[in-house]
């Protein structure tokens, strides 16, 4: 049986600021939908490139060379990984297709990715499922999974994903990852990330 990991930013890493109200506020006009954030993106900033802020401990846009960012940093609920992590995850199985290159503007020629995958997943089963909270909508909205139970899981499913919520156009807010690359993750000796076990 598979075992099935939320992936989330380890504490203390830097965080990520947009600088562009506008495209900021585009991105989060449907709820959690990678689908809406891309399209945002992508008309905001066009062939130039996302380009992104990083803010230091102190709470300030860093300007700083040296501020170092993990190979995983999220903006809001999207992640951010490094070349180095987008690699990785290709080489276990994932699809080009769900990254969007961006970068820093302290770090300019560093190249990350947003992980803004094409397809979601309806595989949970909610009966099953425990979760943090629910988000009074209609229907509500579960929020913050801590147990997973899943239905209809297909034979091989991305080593990293995102899940949807049954009966909305969203997914959930937490990244969902295989432990096979929690593992590659691990030896590669990646940074920024912990895992918590929820299936």
Known sequence: MSHWWVMERQEGTLDVFLPSEAVTRQS???????STVRKALLDGFGNSGVV???????????????????????WSWVPIFSDKACKLILELGGSQADFVRCEFASRPGD???LHLPIHSFDVVDL????????????PPLPHGIRALGMRNVPDKLPP???LAVPGHNQVF????VSGVLRAAWNAALL???VFRKVA
Do not use: E, K, Y
């Open 111 to 113: 190249i990350f990715f």
């Open 191 to 193: 940074t920024g990330a």
């Open 52 to 74: 992104f802020q990083l803010v230091g401990r102190d709470g300030g846009i860093t300007a700083d060379p040296l501020a170092q960012p993990t190979d995983i940093l999220f």
């Open 160 to 162: 990293c994903f995102r």
């Open 127 to 138: 009966t099953t499922s425990q979760f943090t909270m629910m988000i009074p909508m209609q």
């Open 173 to 176: 807010g937490d990244l969902v």
């Open 28 to 34: 989060s006009a449907d709820g959690i939908n990678p």
